[in-house]
C-alpha cells in the first residue's frame, strides 16, 4: 500500500473516534515509518513494507480505543522539549505550561532561587524550568518509582544537572528546608468524573484522581507548603477548571497572601497562586 492510501484508509478509521483524525493517522505513519511528519507529504507515492504495514494497522487499533498518542509513539513535546513517556506518567498537556510560565515570572528576580515540586510524573514542568533557569535548584517528587525512572532519562536525555529526583508521598521524604517556589500538578480529577471513561482512562489513575471531589491532595499540598516556604515563597498549583474559587478560599484560610487564579488559553481557571507572607 502507498503512503496516500494508508493515510486515507487510516483517516477514515479513526473519524469515528477523532476530531483530528488526519492529523493522528499523519503522526502514527510517520513513526511507523521512522520518518519526520513532513516525509508523508514528500513522498506520498512511496510503498509501505509489509511490516510498516503491520505496524500502523496495530497503532490504528489502539487508537480506535482512545489509546493515547503519546503513549504509541513513546514521546510528548513539551515547552519545546521531546519528552518520554510511558504509562506509568500522565502525558504532559499544553495547558500545564501554564504553571512553567507563572513559575519563571515568580523567580524571575530571584538569584539561584530554590524550588520543588510535587508529583513530577515525566519531569516535565520541573525539566523547563531547568531549562529555562540554569542557576536554579530543583528537587522534583514523585511516589511512584517507574515515573521516576522516566523522569530520570529525560533529565539524563536533557543533560539537565539542576534537577533531583527523589521518591516520596508529597512531602513525606522532602529534605528539612526551605524553598522559594513550591509547584504542583496534583490529582484533582473526582473519582466519579465521567470523563474518566474517555481516553484519559489509560493514564496512571493514581495521578489523576483525589478524594473529597477532587480536592484531597491539593489541600493537603496547601497546608503542609507554609512549613517548606521561605517568607514571602510562592506556592503555585494546577488545578481543574471548576476549582479555582474553591482553592483559592482554601488559600486564604491557610493565610497565604496575594492570591490570585490564572487562566489558561482556553479561559479556564488552571492555576493558583498564594504567598507564603512575612511574618510582621
Known amino acids: 500500500m502507498r503512503i496516500d492510501a494508508a493515510l486515507r484508509s487510516g483517516t477514515e ?26 516525509f508523508v507529504y514528500a513522498w506520498p507515492e512511496k510503498a509501505l513494507t509489509p511490516k510498516q504495514s503491520d505496524n500502523f494497522n496495530a ?17 510528548q513535546e513539551f515547552w519545546s522539549l521531546k519528552l518520554k513517556v510511558t ?27 530554590k524550588i520543588l515540586e510535587l508529583g513530577t510524573g515525566s519531569g516535565a514542568v520541573a525539566l523547563a524550568l531547568a531549562s529555562e533557569r540554569h542557576d536554579c535548584d530543583i528537587i522534583a517528587t514523585d511516589i511512584s518509582k517507574k515515573a ?12 539537565l544537572d539542576n534537577v533531583h529526583f527523589i521518591q516520596s508521598d508529597w512531602f513525606d521524604q522532602v529534605p528539612n528546608q526551605k524553598f ?8 484533582y480529577i473526582d473519582p ?24 484531597q491532595d491539593i489541600k493537603h499540598i496547601v497546608t503542609m507548603a507554609q512549613n517548606y ?10 488545578h481543574g477548571h471548576d476549582q479555582g474559587a474553591l482553592v483559592s478560599a482554601m488559600l486564604e484560610q491557610a493565610t497565604y497572601q496575594q492570591i490570585s487564579c490564572l487562566q489558561d488559553l482556553s479561559g479556564n481557571d488552571r492555576v493558583n497562586l498564594g504567598l507564603r507572607a512575612n511574618p510582621t
Do not use: F
Open 13 to 38: 478509521q479513526l473519524l469515528k473516534v477523532s476530531t483530528s483524525a488526519r492529523l493522528d493517522a499523519e503522526i502514527l505513519l510517520a513513526y511507523c515509518l521512522g520518518k519526520q511528519h513532513s
Open 59 to 75: 497503532a490504528l487499533l489502539k487508537r480506535s480505543d482512545l489509546y493515547p498518542i503519546a503513549y504509541i509513539t513513546g514521546y
Open 87 to 113: 504509562p506509568d506518567v500522565l502525558i504532559p498537556r499544553a495547558d500545564t505550561e501554564l504553571l512553567v510560565e507563572t513559575a519563571l515570572d515568580k523567580i524571575l528576580d530571584t538569584q539561584q532561587p
Open 148 to 159: 521516576l525512572e522516566v523522569s530520570e532519562e529525560n533529565r539524563q536525555g536533557l543533560k
Open 180 to 187: 522559594d517556589l513550591i509547584i504542583s500538578n496534583p490529582p
Open 192 to 215: 466519579a468524573d465521567t470523563h474518566l471513561k474517555t481516553g484519559i482512562r489509560h493514564e496512571p489513575i493514581g495521578a489523576l484522581i483525589s478524594e473529597s471531589n477532587g480536592l
Open 229 to 238: 516556604l521561605k517568607d514571602n515563597g510562592w506556592l503555585a498549583l494546577e
